[in-house]
């Protein structure tokens, strides 16, 4: 079972943007395997924002994010990305990628993932 790494959170100030990465250990590529970008706020259920399938193509994103988050991924980095743009502090929350590998497609849905990282903390605020 693959241990996942995000990174990139922080401190922002409403309207930012940040970047997330997420990275497999050495001797993974992500590209084997669907991606998926979640978050948890206090008090609320994980909530799924953005997937990308093994072919690099984005698959999903949540009404609530549309328009303003990017899901991506670079081979040569071997990192799927999630680009967050036009923050609200209603983003703040834990962010956390997820794999699955044994499908084609994508989710957000998270029972449908296998492996999860830590997660990497966002707050948006003045």
């Known amino acids: 079972q693959l241990q996942l790494v995000e990174s990139g959170g922080g401190l922002v100030q409403p309207g930012g943007s940040l970047r997330l990465s997420c990275n497999a250990p050495?001797?993974?590529?992500?590209?084997?395997?669907?991606i998926g970008w979640f978050r948890q706020a206090p008090g609320k259920e994980r909530e799924g924002l953005a997937s990308?399938?093994?072919?690099?193509?984005?698959?999903n994103y949540a009404d609530a994010v549309q328009g303003r988050f990017t899901i991506s991924r670079d081979d040569a980095e071997d990192t799927v990305y999630l680009q967050m743009n036009n923050l609200e502090p209603e983003d703040t929350a834990i962010y956390y990628c997820?794999?699955?590998?044994?499908?084609?497609?994508?989710?957000?849905?998270?029972?449908?993932?296998?492996?999860w990282g830590q997660g990497t903390q966002v707050t948006v605020s003045s």
């Open positions: 997820a794999e699955r590998h044994t499908s084609f497609g994508g989710s957000l849905r998270p029972g449908w993932y296998d492996s």
């Open positions: 050495s001797g993974f590529t992500l590209n084997r395997y669907a």
């Open positions: 990308i399938n093994i072919y690099g193509t984005p698959t």
